[in-house]
């Protein structure tokens, strides 16, 4: 009777633990939330200035981590390679969903709509790819936004 109770205790810790492990909290490898934590937010601008509700997604983001806003101009493809190695935290700039960058980068929620040469697309942000907490913390930012 013993070894029957021992063995449904530790099946029932084993069923414990793996039901902790599904509920985990998203990961960034790279570590993005806690470099920009009260620090500084970069951002790389695609157009001449931030849309009015680009400008709102980015301070909320950088209210929410207790950093400065630095925004960078420049090459898309230069600003996009900073974005990939970690130098920038965010690209901005009217970004439609289905940007040629879109395989190589992680998408915000949508923010809206933009007008592409194909009709419309949804309006989004480019952030590090595999830096889930910053994503989603980025995704709260935009579902707070303009209302």
Not at 62 to 89: C, R
Not at 122 to 130: C, F, K, P, Q
Request: proline fraction near 5%; aromatic fraction near 4%.
């Amino acid at each position: 009777m013993a070894l029957l109770k021992r063995m449904l205790q530790r099946g029932l810790t084993g069923a414990a633990l793996v039901a902790l492990a599904a509920c985990y909290v998203p990961a960034d490898p790279e570590g993005t939330t806690e470099d920009v934590t009260g620090s500084t937010l970069r951002v790389g601008l695609l157009t001449p200035e931030l849309d009015p509700l680009e400008d709102e997604v980015v301070a909320r983001l950088a209210g929410a981590l207790q950093a400065e806003v630095e925004v960078v101009t420049g090459d898309p493809h230069q600003l996009f390679d900073q974005l990939t190695h970690g130098a920038l935290h965010i690209l901005a700039g009217q970004i439609p969903s289905d940007t040629p960058f879109a395989d190589h980068a992680a998408l915000s929620d949508p923010l809206g709509v933009v007008m592409t040469y194909d009709g419309e697309a949804d309006w989004v942000l480019l952030l590090r790819r595999g830096e889930n907490r910053f994503l989603v913390t980025a995704n709260r930012a935009i579902k707070g936004a303009g209302r």
